[in-house]
């Protein structure tokens, strides 16, 4: 009995390791660890082909948007080349652009009619090179109106006062205003560019129509506490200035900086220049005055009374600066001038002989 426990005990333990050994069958070790780097460079390999081919992408659209850009610089830079040729060919008197749409010529009779009627009932309000007038009309040479109309199929609602632009109608005829636009399309075909005066003489601007009564009144409150006509402007109505000299000097202080050729030869100062004069005080209380010669936010420069010249470096409000300019007062009032205080302050002056 002990014999054949102890013989089943050894068959037992004889087989447990051959069980064991059955289980552990399988791939060696050094198999799946190289199966395992396989697919690990497998994956970097494919990971590397899709950024190579993500790259190659990326530069061609890089090179597509250069190639759009290129195209749309050559297209703007062929579309200037070509207007700068139109123009240049216009200039030259060469064929004009869009011959369909370019206007035939109006009856010389029309357009002479038209120029009658527009003189008596239009100047006044759209001036006699139709870029406004008095009235404060529009300026024709850029009406939509103008520049859409034919043959005075738009004008007319203005003229008749049927259009929003017209206060009161003209009473003309239908003619009338047929002949008005003939006149002011033949202009507009002469006019060198949009907006443009037309050719033909300079015409003279009549600036003396305000009222002077009401100049006097301006003067007194904005600028009798500097100026006097009794005093430094005795006589200014009777120097020899145009009005739209004496109406550039007074805006600009007296000195005639508006004159130019257009106004005739530059005339002699209103009054005296009063130069702008600067007082710069130390930290120590030391001061310096003279005539500014310059100023901004890091230095300030001076000429002292005999001739000194100084300057001083400034760091926010040190050294103090105080700046004493006789043009301030003008300075301050250009952002409140109006079209009326103007006129009316020329007619005042202009009235002083």
């Not at 250069?66 to 200039?91: E, F, T």
């Not at 870029?131 to 005075?152: F, I, K, Q």
């Not at 202080?253 to 002699?268: C, V």
Request: charge should be positive.
């Amino acid at each position: 009995m002990d014999s054949s426990r102890a013989a089943g005990n050894l068959t037992t333990r004889s087989r447990r390791p051959l069980r064991h050994l059955k289980m552990a069958t399988g791939p060696p070790v050094w198999s799946t660890r190289l199966s395992r780097a396989m697919r690990a460079a497998e994956c970097g390999r494919g990971f590397a082909m899709s950024s190579r081919q993500s790259q190659v992408e990326s530069r061609k659209a890089q090179v597509e948007s250069r190639k759009s850009q290129v195209a749309k610089a050559g297209a703007g830079i062929l579309m200037l080349v070509l207007l700068g040729a139109n123009v240049w060919a216009q200039s030259r008197g060469g064929i004009a652009s869009f011959p369909a749409q370019q206007r035939d010529p109006d009856d010389p009779a029309l357009v002479a009619r038209g120029r009658a009627v527009y003189d008596t009932e239009c100047r006044s309000c759209h001036g006699p090179d139709l870029r406004g007038g008095e009235r404060g009309g529009p300026n024709l040479l850029r009406s939509p109106v103008m520049l859409n109309d034919r043959s005075g199929e738009l004008l007319a609602p203005v003229m008749q006062g049927s259009h929003k632009e017209r206060l009161s109608p003209t009473g003309l005829t239908a003619d009338d205003v047929k002949a008005v636009a003939a006149h002011i399309h033949s202009i507009l075909a002469l006019a060198p560019g949009q907006g443009a005066p037309p050719p033909g003489p300079p015409v003279e601007l009549n600036v003396l129509v305000g009222d002077a009564a009401a100049g006097e009144r301006y003067f007194a409150a904005k600028c009798g506490s500097c100026h006097s006509v009794g005093g430094d402007l005795k006589g200014i109505g009777g120097r020899n200035l145009g009005a739209a000299q004496l109406q550039n000097l007074w805006i600009a202080g007296g000195r005639g900086r508006g004159a130019g050729p257009a106004l005739g030869p530059r005339p002699a100062p209103m009054t005296t220049r009063r130069e702008a004069t600067v007082v710069v005080t130390l930290p120590t209380g030391q001061k310096y005055e003279g005539r500014l010669e310059r100023i901004d936010e890091f230095m300030v420069a001076l000429t002292q009374a005999d001739g000194t010249p100084r300057s001083f470096r400034r760091t926010g409000v040190v050294p103090n600066v105080d700046v004493r300019d006789p043009l301030d007062a003008h300075r301050n009032l250009l952002p409140t001038y109006t079209d009326k205080d103007i006129h009316d302050v020329t007619a005042y002056l202009a009235s002083q002989k």
